[in-house]
């Protein structure tokens, strides 16, 4: 085995660098080219756009795909999630989402306590999704865009619950509540010009407070019942009224029938009369022997004994059976 000195292991050293020292102007040029081109070409994701400044003026929005900017500072690109939806909560907070979505333990009763037109107090509960609709001003025009939401949502929110019933908050106008916050918070935004564009307003949840649901949910029970009361009774309102108008209605037509029937046989009746004395006058004797013999036809029939009594006599006895049997 060979053994070497220091010298000689210098020297080996010193051949080493002399051979390889002609490099080392080129690995410092590619460190400054590599330094000077880092971050001059950039990457923007499908649902991203970027905002290029240039000595802190905007020049220009990056669209997706491969771009260039100016080293050293002179570009600065800042990126934003245009396409992306975000969401804003109230009253509660999400700390996971998913099959089992886990929700905050802790309370926001100091914005999700709301007074009613009726002057009740309910704990509203409800969400805020929206988007980015123009970087530039979302960037340049405003400084903190959430809090701006959020601020905007809570005040349209409160205004709009307090031009409502309780009842109506509850059930029948929520529809209607999150369609006009919707309106109104974007008409707000824009008018600040935010850049942002909300995507929907949604109540989720409104109750009571925990305090005052037992005397809540009492005066609901008490009002269930009495329109319970009320169904019960226009039921029955139903059932009656029509039968008693019908009948009423009956008895109007039969009295009218009655009444029609009477008129018309006793102006028949006249008429008949009035006939029969026009011939009585023409022939009065004929007409009386007519008449007579009408009248026996319709008599007659109806007596149970008929009694022939001669003019000529004078006495009734002999019409008298007195020794049969009847």
Do not use: C
């Not at 400044?53 to 080293?71: D, E, M, N, S, V």
């Not at 109750?207 to 037992?214: A, G, I, L, R, T």
């Not at 006249?270 to 022997?289: D, G, H, V, W």
């Amino acid at each position: 085995m060979q053994d070497f000195s220091p010298e000689d292991i210098i020297n080996v050293g010193r051949k080493e660098f002399k051979r390889y020292s002609g490099y080392i102007p080129l690995v410092v040029i590619g460190i400054v080219v590599l330094s000077l081109f880092q971050g001059t070409i950039y990457s923007i994701k499908t649902e991203e756009v970027g905002v290029v400044q240039r000595f802190g003026k905007y020049i220009r929005t990056a669209r997706p795909g491969l771009h260039f900017k100016l080293p050293f500072g002179i570009d600065k690109m800042t990126r934003v999630k245009a396409k992306r939806e975000f969401k804003e909560e109230f009253g509660f907070r999400t700390l996971q989402s998913g099959v089992q979505t886990r929700y905050s333990s802790q309370n926001y009763l100091g914005e999700s306590l709301m007074l009613t037109g009726d002057l009740n107090i309910l704990d509203v509960r409800w969400a805020v999704q929206f988007k980015i609709s123009d970087p530039v001003n979302l960037l340049f025009k405003t400084r903190n865009p959430v809090e701006n939401v959020r601020d905007v949502s809570e005040v349209i929110m409160r205004r709009l619950v307090g031009n409502y019933q309780v009842d109506e908050v509850l059930t029948t106008s929520r529809e209607e509540i999150n369609s006009q916050a919707k309106i109104k918070m974007q008409e707000i935004i824009d008018k600040y010009q935010t850049g942002i564009q909300i995507v929907a307003v949604k109540l989720l949840d409104v109750n009571p407070p925990d305090s005052v649901k037992p005397a809540f949910n009492e005066v609901n029970e008490a009002k269930q019942e009495k329109e319970r009361m009320v169904n019960q009774a226009w039921e029955n309102y139903n059932k009656i009224i029509p039968r008693a108008r019908g009948e009423a209605e009956k008895t109007i037509r039969d009295a009218e029938g009655y009444a029609l029937d009477k008129i018309n046989r006793s102006k028949g009746e006249a008429e008949r009369f009035l006939t029969m004395l026009s011939a009585y006058k023409k022939a009065p004797e004929i007409t009386r022997n007519r008449l007579y013999l009408e009248t026996m036809m319709s008599v007659l029939p109806r007596v149970e004994h008929k009694y022939i009594i001669d003019p000529k006599q004078s006495s009734i006895l002999p019409l008298l059976n007195l020794g049969g049997s009847e």
